[in-house]
């Protein structure tokens, strides 16, 4: 069965500091994979999205992301959090030729000053 | 501007009173797709269309229709809405299948 595990409710970082946010997943086939933030009252944002190639992805806002298939992750890195970066994150998880995403429950991070 | 955009953005109504949420893109998209989303589950798939006239159900689709007459309008229909359908829905749409989703802003439902 497909899932996702995001396995930090709410991570609270200070500005300037690095972030790491983590998300595994499980997926019978070889699996797209994406970063989605939301702010309040917004839709979300597509940060990045992995397909093939190279594991390691670059997005915007500068994050981050690698792929490990070993691991079954796609954890996304920022190597220095804004404030404007508080908002809510989702990892997602597709297939080549499906139209469905499959989300974790999300990650909310709070920057303290 | 390339957008999703979806109405109401909120609405507070009663139990069986039927509600449409319009959806629209500007992007000549074919996919488009319905999500609800809910306090510690994420973003759930209520229906998909893969292009004008062809539509199917996601993982959700208890209590909803969607219709796909043209291919920018994607709306959602809730012919008797409950509490339990009480949640934030998201209208998204892609390109092609191997592309990310667009999203819209949302739209909150309360259903008293």
């Known amino acids: 069965a497909q899932s996702v595990t995001q396995p930090d409710i709410h991570i609270t970082v200070s500005e300037g500091a690095s972030l790491e946010l983590r998300c595994n997943y499980s997926y019978g086939a070889t699996p797209y994979l994406f970063w989605y933030v939301q702010s309040p009252g917004q839709g979300l944002q597509l940060l990045l999205k992995y397909f093939s190639g190279d594991t390691l992805v670059q997005g915007i806002k500068g994050f981050e992301a690698e792929f490990k298939r070993s691991q079954s992750s796609f954890n996304l890195r920022k190597p220095s959090v804004h404030w404007s970066d508080a908002a809510e994150y989702f990892c997602a998880v597709g297939a080549a030729g499906a139209n469905n995403l499959f989300f974790g429950t999300g990650t909310r991070l709070t920057v303290i000053p | 501007e390339a957008q999703v955009t979806q109405n109401p953005r909120y609405l507070i109504t009663v139990t069986g009173k039927k509600l449409t949420v319009t959806c629209s893109q500007n992007m000549n998209h074919e996919y488009m797709s319905w999500y609800r989303q809910d306090p510690g589950l994420g973003l759930r798939q209520i229906y998909y269309s893969m292009n004008v006239e062809v539509t199917d159900k996601g993982d959700v689709p208890e209590g909803y229709k969607v219709s796909r007459k043209e291919k920018r309008n994607f709306p959602l229909i809730l012919e008797s809405p409950s509490p339990n359908q009480t949640s934030l829905y998201f209208c998204?749409?892609?390109?092609?299948?191997?592309?990310?989703?667009?999203f819209g802003d949302g739209t909150r439902l309360s259903i008293l």
């Open positions: 998204a749409s892609k390109r092609d299948l191997n592309q990310p989703q667009h």
